[in-house]
């Protein structure tokens, strides 16, 4: 089944960029979802099919995706954005099609 | 405003059943795929299964495949899990999601929107 391969962890000081990436065989060709979970909530969707935003996600949020890896990258971060981030795909060609990344617990420094 | 209410998390032993459900309300429930996803303690997230709006197709983790069964009754705005065979590795927050379905050239996907807030299900004797 397909796999997604994410870091443990990333940190950055308030105001400067973080990116979280993706890894997967030819990711390119997939749409991808990514998720911020705070502890004790559930997910939330931050961005999906690759780079949209849905309502209400500060425009500091974008994703991008090429080749073999996807990226979630965050501008100007905020304390209010520690959390752990989950990528998302779904595998059409599976029989077991949901899949997520392992996830990255994101610190600001 | 969309809200999902899962129920029916609890102890059980292992080798026992149990069904949670998940009520849903601010959407029009039939024409949405909806999905369980789950998250042992301390751990990831992990994909369980996944059924259309109309129930006619149904989607499993291998590691659940024949043993859990989702379905949902649309005249009553509910998903469900049926969980039988139950293991301690099963011991997880269980979380309902409505799905979206998009295209792109890679195929038809689903991502998921609107998340409940769980529901805790703990295998052991």
């Known amino acids: 089944s397909y796999v997604l391969t994410q870091p443990p962890s990333v940190s950055v000081a308030p105001g400067q960029t973080a990116r979280i990436t993706c890894g997967g065989n030819?990711?390119?060709?997939?749409?991808v979802h990514w998720y911020q979970q705070k502890p004790g909530q559930a997910p939330v969707l931050v961005v999906y099919?690759?780079?949209d935003r849905p309502s209400g996600i500060p425009e500091r949020f974008s994703g991008s995706n090429s080749g073999n890896t996807a990226t979630l990258t965050i501008s100007r971060v905020e304390a209010g954005d520690e959390a752990d981030y989950y990528c998302?795909?779904?595998?059409?060609?599976?029989?077991?099609?949901?899949?997520f990344g392992g996830g990255t617990k994101l610190t600001v420094l | 405003e969309v809200q999902l209410l899962e129920s029916g998390g609890g102890l059980v032993q292992p080798g026992g059943s149990l069904r949670l459900s998940c009520a849903a309300s601010g959407f029009t429930f039939s024409s949405y795929a909806m999905s369980w996803v789950r998250q042992a303690p301390g751990k990831g997230l992990e994909w369980v299964s996944a059924i259309s709006g109309s129930g006619g197709s149904t989607y499993y983790a291998d590691s659940v495949k024949g043993r859990f069964t989702i379905s949902r009754d649309n005249s009553k705005n509910t998903l469900y899990l049926q969980m039988n065979s139950l293991r301690a590795e099963d011991t997880a927050v269980y979380y309902c999601a409505k799905a979206q379905e998009g295209y792109s050239y890679g195929g038809g996907f689903y991502y998921f929107d609107y998340w409940g807030q769980g529901t805790l299900v703990t295998v052991s004797s």
């Open positions: 998302q795909v779904w595998d059409s060609s599976s029989d077991h099609p949901g899949v």
């Open positions: 099919d690759d780079s």
């Open positions: 030819n990711i390119g060709s997939k749409s």
